[in-house]
């Protein structure tokens, strides 16, 4: 066999081109790379190291070896430098001995290449001369970014000029030139890479490669639109058909980072480089330097890359209860995870570029000791305008809790839950008449519960009143409209309700049809079975706070020293030291589930301050836990005039003719281990009543945490609605009432909460 016809030799083991090796006689080998130091000590460490010039390959190494180090122990060696990225195969032999041959720019790249786990010298020759189509959307500055390419020894070429690989520069990453890029990119199969280097905060990547796994850019536009919500009303205003342009606020030198940052981004991709990191978003913060990574994950529903009939689908399935065991803990609040799983378990939801939650943070203003989060705007107000929202108190999500952890996890669980709860296209509609669909649709007055003469005055009311107590328009049962079916725990089948009372609508003018949706039995929750059970628990809150507020009703009040636990202690000694008083009143109603109203007010306020939140819980401890947490919740809106006070409601106060509540005044409470035994005893009791349970699931398969709206038709809202039935029924059958309340002596002050 001839030379020419010999197997090629190789690969070649050799010290990574980013690190040098030097002796100490007597001492060690010290092997040097630019982040550590490392010592090789024993008989033939010089020797071992003198070989790994790149000339042999690692039978060859050992062999050579042998005489100063057992084959053994080379072995070992080796293999630790191979692990401590010092040591690699080359394939190309040693550098030539001519600097000629091996220019200090190519040894310099080879040299990084080599530090990323590379072979330096195959990736440095698949980066160099490489040609890269540069494509800008918008005011880019194409011919900086053509020699910035060209610096790194990169060919920039036109999109049509056959390279396998695009660096597409935008002003923002929604200019509406970028979407059709990316259309035309994917289609082509060629990966690509998007890059904001002119903005004051520089955005680079993520790489987007129609043939693999990850996301599309139609995933991330998703995100991005999401959060930026509260400008399309300005751009709507303005006639834009794209982002506003931002004032210029940077530098040339910050620029030039940005820039080059994405030229080095696309020869890592170009060079074979695959790390975590080319699936995020970088944003460069151009006045400290620090970058942050956003990762950006595929939608599993992403119509461009995914299946977008998940959700329809999810939703046209029954929904069927299974055992789940609870968290052990009270702080649990008879969930399937503890708080601090969930934050561990979905945390990586929250980011302010690519998460489902922009941020969550503490809420400022409350005494030192409580605990309350911010996790952003109330999407259930959307469609509103900023000054309408701004007088209402629960103008964004937030969560409570005993414990910072609860607070948090609650925040969360509450962004989650409206963003699930937003129309977003791909939920399962049909659109027919009520008379069309027959005995399984469901006329939306049986559970939005507006009198007919709170439509008559509905202009009038609408005008003077916060959105969360507008009367909606009439609905016809001849007009078609969308419908999407829920199902029914109780008489399992699915029924039909109109998709306007079941999703927030972000359609500008709303929904055609005039109805809208509240979060009013909506839940997110650890499992999609302790979601059913707080979404009606939330029901049960509200029906028997608007029994209570509407008729003006005198409740006793609940003894807050027979409730001893440390976290009521802890909780009442900081309302004291910030001067406020604090009670509590038992709201339960003929349902028979605990049901608590915890009020505060500053000691000496002229102005009455008056705060309150309400729970309700199967054990009534935990619900006085969830009302004295939720009016510690309000307390910051209120301070800040979110709302202007209400008039003084009498009933806010305790009933003196009445003994007060302890926890003996409920019937014992036994604590199931099993969600599953709670959603049956909900299903009973609702059953019992002659009502009906009604569950859509709205969990998204980008999220993973569990999202249900719950319906029980008859149930009432704690919002202004007067429509006949047990908001005139239940005080008169409980013996609170002699007679029902006339619909002109109702409480004309609507709930404020």
């Avoid at 040894?107 to 330096?120: N, P, Q």
């Avoid at 509407?550 to 807050?560: E, I, K, Q, S």
Wanted: proline letters at 8%; a negative charge.
């Amino acid at each position: 066999m001839t030379e020419a016809q010999s197997p090629a030799r190789g690969p070649f083991v050799a010290l990574k081109r980013h690190v040098r090796a030097v002796s100490v006689p007597g001492e060690a080998v010290f092997v040097w790379s630019d982040q550590d130091l490392t010592a090789v000590r024993g008989a033939g460490a010089e020797t071992l190291l003198g070989l790994l010039d790149g000339s042999r390959t690692l039978p060859e190494l050992l062999h050579d070896a042998a005489e100063a180090m057992p084959a053994e122990v080379a072995c070992r060696v080796v293999r630790r430098l191979a692990e401590a990225n010092l040591v690699g195969y080359r394939h190309d032999g040693p550098c030539p001995a001519d600097p000629a041959g091996c220019s200090a720019e190519r040894s310099a790249a080879e040299a990084y290449w080599d530090r990323a786990g590379l072979d330096g010298a195959v990736a440095d020759g698949a980066v160099r001369g490489r040609a890269v189509a540069v494509i800008g959307v918008g005011a880019v500055d194409r011919e900086a970014a053509r020699a910035a390419c060209r610096a790194s020894g990169v060919r920039p070429v036109g999109e049509d000029d056959g390279a396998d690989f695009a660096l597409v520069l935008c002003e923002d990453y929604l200019m509406p030139g970028v979407r059709e890029v990316a259309e035309r990119l994917r289609a082509a199969g060629r990966p690509w890479l998007p890059a904001s280097p002119f903005a004051a905060e520089p955005w680079t990547g993520p790489v987007f490669d129609p043939d693999g796994d990850g996301a599309c850019w139609t995933c991330l536009a998703h995100r991005l639109r999401e959060h930026r919500r509260g400008e399309l009303s300005v751009r709507r205003a303005l006639g834009l058909d794209r982002p506003g342009a931002r004032p210029a606020s940077s530098l040339p030198a910050v620029r030039a980072v940005g820039l080059h940052s994405a030229v080095l981004e696309a020869s890592k991709w170009l060079a074979g480089l695959r790390t975590p990191e080319q699936r995020a978003v970088c944003v460069l913060d151009g006045l400290t330097l620090r970058i942050a990574q956003h990762p950006v994950s595929r939608r599993p529903q992403c119509p461009s890359c995914g299946d977008p009939t998940l959700v329809a689908e999810r939703t046209r399935r029954p929904v069927v209860p299974v055992s789940r065991p609870k968290a052990e803990g009270s702080g649990s609040n008879d969930r399937a995870l503890s708080a601090e799983q969930m934050l561990e378990r979905h945390g990586h939801l929250i980011g302010p570029v690519t998460g489902i939650v922009t941020e969550v943070r503490p809420m400022a203003g409350l005494p030192e000791g409580l605990h309350a989060y911010d996790s952003g705007h109330n999407l259930a107000l959307r469609g509103h305008s900023p000054e309408t929202v701004r007088r209402v108190l629960r103008a964004r999500s937030s969560g409570k809790g005993a414990t910072a952890a609860e607070a948090r996890a609650s925040a969360l669980c509450e962004a989650v839950e409206r963003y699930c709860g937003t129309r977003q296209g791909d939920e399962a509609t049909v659109t027919d008449t009520m008379a069309g669909l027959g005995a399984g649709a469901v006329h939306p007055n049986a559970y939005q519960l507006f009198h007919e003469r709170q439509y008559a005055d509905r202009a009038r009311w609408n005008a003077s009143h916060t959105p969360f107590h507008h009367v909606c328009a009439p609905f016809d049962p001849r007009r078609p409209t969308e419908w999407t079916p829920v199902w029914s725990l109780t008489a399992g089948v699915h029924r039909l309700l109109p998709t306007s009372t079941l999703y927030f609508d972000c359609a500008p003018g709303g929904s055609p049809d005039g109805l809208w949706a509240d979060s009013n039995g909506n839940a997110a929750g650890s499992s999609t079975e302790d979601a059913v059970v707080q979404g009606f628990l939330e029901l049960v809150e509200r029906d028997a706070v608007a029994l209570w507020w509407y008729n003006r009703l005198r409740r006793p009040g609940v003894d807050l020293d027979a409730f001893d636990a440390p976290w009521l202690t802890g909780l009442r000694e900081a309302l004291g030291r910030s001067g406020r008083r604090v009670w509590a009143l038992d709201l339960t109603s003929d349902l028979g589930i605990p049901v608590v109203a915890a009020v505060s007010r500053s000691a000496d306020a002229e102005v009455p301050d008056t705060v309150y939140g309400f729970g309700a819980h199967f054990d009534p401890r935990l619900a006085l836990r969830r009302a004295l947490t939720e009016m510690v919740q309000m307390l910051p809106p209120a301070a800040a005039g979110a709302a202007p006070p209400a008039p003084e409601q009498p009933q806010l106060l305790p009933d003196p003719g009445q003994s007060a509540r302890t926890p003996a005044s409920w019937p014992p409470y036994v604590r199931n281990d099993d969600l599953l035994a709670d959603v049956d005893a909900v299903r009973g009791l609702v059953a019992a009543h002659g009502m009906e349970l009604l569950v859509l699931d709205q969990t998204r398969p980008d999220v993973g945490i569990p999202v249900v709206k719950v319906i029980v038709p008859g149930l009432r809202h704690f919002y202004a609605r007067f429509a006949p039935g047990r908001l005139y029924d239940v005080p008169v059958r409980l013996g609170l009432l002699n007679g029902p309340t006339v619909y002109e002596e109702l409480n004309s002050v609507p709930l404020a909460l």
